[in-house]
């Protein structure tokens, strides 16, 4: 599933790509009726239809493009994919969603386990006003961190894939940040001090700017151009030397995820 980083390059581009801020969508094409979560569809195709596309961002691992009167959020789960191309290109097998433009030019949303979903919306609080801080907001400090942190006795790595406690990291982000931190995915929330919030805080700041200035991790077919997996420090390296310490990096499955860690930095 793409994170922080790889919706944010995502974002990037689809800002950067020529007719589509300011452009007018002329009409909606929905190939997979269940990758529309809300409206109805027969409400969503005529409620999109004549808005015009004023701004794309990202909250959390939501892709939001802000429209003329509603906003359309898009979460591509484990395998989605969007593209800015032609009209005239033919449709690919897997494409859930058509947006057309008048200028000859279409987004599609593209998603081969037909796990992603898109909400067309005036009020983006229906749907992710229950996620946690972005990692970058200036309010999150790391006393804020430790606050949510002791609130649970979960392991660290489960609170961090909560996207109530922080918005945007997942499972390879947090292993990364967790291994900068040298801390323990194992280890309760509760039992994390303060001055460990601070630090975890600047490593998972660390870990998702290095993310985003690498265009994210390819390590899945659907995704391309990104280069971070190519400096992973203990992310699907089980076996491998810890870049720190030369201690072999070990895998355990930790709340139903797979962990990664290194057993001299990261000592329970």
Same mark, same amino acid.
């Given at each position: 599933?793409?994170?922080?980083?790889?919706?944010?390059?995502?974002?990037?581009?689809?800002?950067?790509?020529?007719?589509?801020?300011?452009?007018?969508?002329?009409?909606?094409?929905?190939?997979?009726?269940?990758?529309?979560?809300?409206?109805?569809?027969?409400?969503?195709?005529?409620?999109?239809?004549?808005?015009?596309?004023?701004?794309?961002?990202?909250?959390?691992?939501?892709?939001?493009?802000?429209?003329?009167?509603?906003?359309?959020?898009?979460?591509?789960?484990?395998?989605?994919?969007?593209?800015?191309?032609?009209?005239?290109?033919?449709?690919?097998?897997?494409?859930?969603?058509?947006?057309?433009?008048?200028?000859?030019?279409?987004?599609?949303?593209?998603?081969?386990?037909?796990?992603?979903?898109?909400?067309?919306?005036?009020?983006?609080?229906?749907?992710?006003?229950?996620?946690?801080?972005?990692?970058?907001?200036?309010?999150?400090?790391?006393?804020?961190?430790?606050?949510?942190?002791?609130?649970?006795?979960? +392991?660290?790595?489960?609170?961090?894939?909560?996207?109530?406690?922080?918005?945007?990291?997942?499972?390879?982000?947090?292993?990364?940040?967790?291994?900068?931190?040298?801390?323990?995915?194992?280890?309760?929330?509760?039992?994390?001090?303060?001055?460990?919030?601070?630090?975890?805080?600047?490593?998972?700041?660390?870990?998702?700017?290095?993310?985003?200035?690498?265009?994210?991790?390819?390590?899945?077919?659907?995704?391309?151009?990104?280069?971070?997996?190519?400096?992973?420090?203990?992310?699907?390296?089980?076996?491998?030397?810890?870049?720190?310490?030369?201690?072999?990096?070990?895998?355990?499955?930790?709340?139903?995820?797979?962990?990664?860690? +290194?057993?001299?930095?990261?000592?329970?």
């Amino acid at each position: 599933m793409p994170e922080l980083p790889e919706v944010e390059t995502i974002v990037r581009s689809l800002r950067n790509k020529p007719g589509i801020l300011g452009r007018r969508i002329t009409s909606a094409q929905v190939l997979w009726a269940r990758t529309i979560a809300v409206p109805e569809l027969d409400e969503f195709t005529q409620r999109i239809s004549g808005q015009t596309i004023v701004a794309v961002e990202r909250r959390g691992k939501f892709i939001v493009i802000r429209l003329s009167a509603d906003a359309l959020l898009i979460h591509l789960r484990m395998s989605g994919d969007i593209r800015v191309e032609s009209e005239v290109e033919p449709v690919q097998k897997h494409d859930r969603l058509l947006l057309n433009f008048g200028n000859c030019t279409r987004l599609a949303f593209n998603d081969t386990r037909k796990f992603g979903r898109v909400w067309l919306t005036p009020d983006i609080t229906t749907v992710v006003g229950e996620l946690g801080p972005e990692p970058f907001d200036f309010e999150l400090t790391g006393d804020m961190l430790f606050s949510r942190l002791q609130r649970s006795s979960r +392991c660290v790595k489960t609170l961090l894939l909560d996207q109530s406690v922080i918005a945007g990291v997942g499972n390879i982000y947090s292993d990364e940040a967790l291994h900068r931190a040298r801390l323990h995915p194992a280890l309760s929330g509760k039992q994390v001090t303060l001055e460990q919030s601070k630090s975890l805080l600047a490593a998972i700041r660390e870990t998702l700017t290095e993310g985003i200035a690498r265009n994210g991790a390819s390590i899945d077919w659907v995704y391309r151009g990104g280069d971070f997996q190519n400096h992973f420090r203990v992310y699907q390296r089980t076996g491998k030397p810890c870049p720190v310490c030369g201690t072999k990096i070990e895998r355990r499955v930790i709340g139903q995820r797979s962990s990664h860690f +290194c057993p001299h930095c990261q000592p329970l």
